[in-house]
C-alpha cells in the first residue's frame, strides 16, 4: 500500500484511494491552519508554505485518483468527468489484469 504515491502509472484498491482521501482533505485543513498560524506571527514565507502543502496534496489526490480510475480499466483523463471521483469509492475494480497493470488485490 501507497507503493510511489505520487506516481501516476499503476492500479489501486479502493482502500488505498480512500485513505489518500483523507490524507488529502487533512493537508488541505493543515494547509489553512498552517496559513492563519504563519499569518499572526508575521512571517513572509507564509504564502509559499501554503502553496507547497496545497500542491502536494492536489498532487496526491491527482495521482491517486488516476491509479484509481485505471483499477477500473479506464483511462485517467476520466478523473475529469464530474462525480467520476466519487464513484471510484465504491465501484469494484477489473479483477484481471489490464492495460495498466496486474490486480492490486492479487499480490
Not at 86 to 98: E, M, P, R, V, Y
Request: charged share 20%.
Amino acid at each position: 500500500m501507497f507503493k510511489a504515491p505520487f506516481s501516476f502509472k499503476g492500479r489501486i484498491r479502493r482502500t488505498e484511494y480512500c485513505l489518500s482521501f483523507i490524507i488529502y482533505i487533512l493537508g488541505l485543513m493543515s494547509s489553512f491552519i498552517t496559513y492563519e498560524i504563519i499569518d499572526l506571527v508575521g512571517i513572509n514565507m507564509e504564502k509559499i508554505i501554503h502553496t507547497y502543502i496545497l500542491l502536494g496534496s492536489f498532487w496526491l489526490n491527482l495521482a491517486q485518483s488516476v491509479k484509481r480510475s485505471h483499477d477500473r480499466g479506464n483511462s485517467g483523463w476520466f478523473i475529469i468527468i464530474p462525480f467520476y471521483t466519487i464513484w471510484l469509492f465504491f465501484a469494484k475494480g477489473k479483477s484481471d489484469t489490464n492495460r495498466y497493470g496486474p490486480n492490486p488485490k492479487n499480490k
